[in-house]
């Protein structure tokens, strides 16, 4: 094996129990990561369909709703799920948890996922990314047409929910920053949201703290100044080539000071309305569908939002899928 390639380990139990099984992935060496980076595949022991789902999770979060998973599996979609480098799993010693440098080096690993993915007997992937992970997932099908067989995006994170000044004057400053000091921190998130989800604090959801703490990962100068770059060239305009469906909440509610009703029903972390407006600019068949009642991760919503997005994401991406030959 070239000293340069990903190695994809063999699967050991999961934190989830059975019948979820992980791979750890060896990236190539990289200074910007300490010369050591990592990803983990997450997924069910033996693959029983032959369409497939990789799942690409948000800032300061990983893979933990096996519940929504089990949905995509009872519809005829094997469910893989990627930890992302510096994220949930693949957090190590020598990890500064958030810290990418560029959004775009996570093209290895879901490169590499892919490649298992299809080396399982899959036939199509559907791609299914949320909030930044949604970023990533649009970002990446720009530059590598043809590679899955639709996209589904839950409250993708299209543009910066921040003040004028934030967005205007502080996004060219950070982005000088980077270029030196790229692990400097210039940010952190609200804890309500955290505390809103975690069964700790009463809500309905467990999982790692350690891994999606209340208020996240420190926000770092070149993960920020990386998240600009990308959503400037979806401002520009990408050319994503096979079927999109945004999902997202039909209003959002206040980041800095929610109530808790806007909590319980609306995005507390992102603005719906970056989402609808750049849904357009993603490619030319996008289709959008606002869930009444839904909370920035529309998977971890009250069971009625819940269930309408697994519906409508479950049902579009059936359809669409059977439009068109399988891939060979």
Known sequence: MPDDAVHLAAPVPDVLGEPWVQRRMTLRPSADYDGHAEAVLVHQREPVNRRAVLYLHGFTDYFFQAAHAERWVAAGFDFYALDLRTNGRAVGERTRPGDVRDLRHHDEEIDAALRAIRADGHDQVVLLGHSTGGLVAVGWADRHPGEVDAIVLNSPWFDHNGPWVERVVLTPLVRLLARWLPSVVVGHLREHYGRHLHASTGGAW?????????????????????????????????????????????????????????????????????????????????????????????????????????????????ARLLRGPARP
């Open 206 to 318: 467990e999982y790692d703290l350690a891994w999606k703490a209340f208020a996240g990962f420190p926000m770092r100068a070149g993960t920020f100044a990386s998240v600009r770059r990308e959503q400037a060239r979806l401002a520009r305009g990408l050319a994503v080539d096979v079927p999109v469906l945004l999902c997202c909440s039909t209003r959002s509610g206040s980041p800095s000071d929610p109530t808790p009703e806007e909590l319980r029903g609306t995005d507390c972390v992102l603005d719906v309305r970056h989402m609808v407006a750049r849904a357009p600019l993603v490619g030319p068949d996008v289709t959008v569908v606002q869930v009444e009642g839904g909370i920035h991760d529309l998977a971890l919503s009250d069971a009625p939002a819940r269930e309408e997005y697994e519906r409508a994401a479950i049902e579009w991406a059936t």
